[in-house]
């Protein structure tokens, strides 16, 4: 009587002989070509953003600290502060001018109005930490990195009442964090909120 054969194990180590694995479909090439093809794609339209996409910061950008533009901001609004909306400041800078807007937990400050037509240089920049941009609702997004000022040139095309929205998760408060734009219209009249829902 002849030993019972020993059972052939694998350690993980040593590649199983001949050919063990099924050989790819023509679907799966097909699948896996048309993602490699529109990995290249993509791959492409980063640099061609970057250079005709026109989603590049318009202006200027320098390097600043929140201590320095805090201030800047201040004196901003010292200057040109026609009134105060529950206690935040609102400021109205003639056309051409710059514009100062700061972002901090949990507020954007302070609230611009602005006439419609008009160009500005806006500047944004944020006291602490991350902050998104966002202006609600037309569609601008915009990332605002502490320690940056963002000297956006700016136009704005409709009058209106404006709500800036903080797209970038700043802590406990950030969906509180909404500012305020209010655009006049070229005559220098501020819309009612009624006449726009029209
Ligand atoms: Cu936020």
Same mark, same amino acid.
């Given at each position: ?6 059972? %052939? ?16 479909? *023509? ?27 026109? @989603?590049?910061?318009?202006?200027? *950008? ?16 010292? %200057?040109? @502060? ?33 006439? %419609? ?25 915009? %990332? ?55």
């Amino acid at each position: 009587m002849s030993p019972a054969p020993i059972p %052939q194990t694998h350690t993980g180590l040593d590649s199983p002989a001949g050919v063990w694995w099924t050989p790819a479909h *023509r679907a799966e090439k097909l699948w896996v070509g048309i993602a490699f093809a529109w990995c290249l794609v993509l791959f492409a339209m980063m640099p061609l953003w970057h250079l005709k996409g026109g @989603q590049n910061p318009s202006g200027i *950008r320098r390097r600043t600290d929140a201590t320095a533009y805090y201030k800047r901001t201040q004196e901003f609004i010292k %200057q040109y @502060q026609v009134g105060t909306d529950r206690g935040m400041p609102v400021v109205e800078p003639p056309p051409g001018s710059d514009v100062y807007l700061a972002g901090m937990t949990f507020q954007w400050t302070p609230i611009l109005r602005l006439r %419609q037509g008009a160009e500005y240089t806006l500047h944004i920049s944020s006291l602490d930490v991350n902050h998104g941009f966002s202006l609600f609702p037309v569609n601008v997004n915009f %990332q605002v990195v502490p320690g940056y000022d963002y000297g956006l040139r700016v136009t704005p095309t409709a009058a209106g009442d404006f709500r800036i929205i903080c797209n970038e998760f700043c802590g406990i408060g950030h969906h509180t964090m909404v500012g305020r734009v209010i655009v006049l219209d070229s005559a220098g009249r501020e819309i009612a909120r009624s006449e726009e829902a029209r």
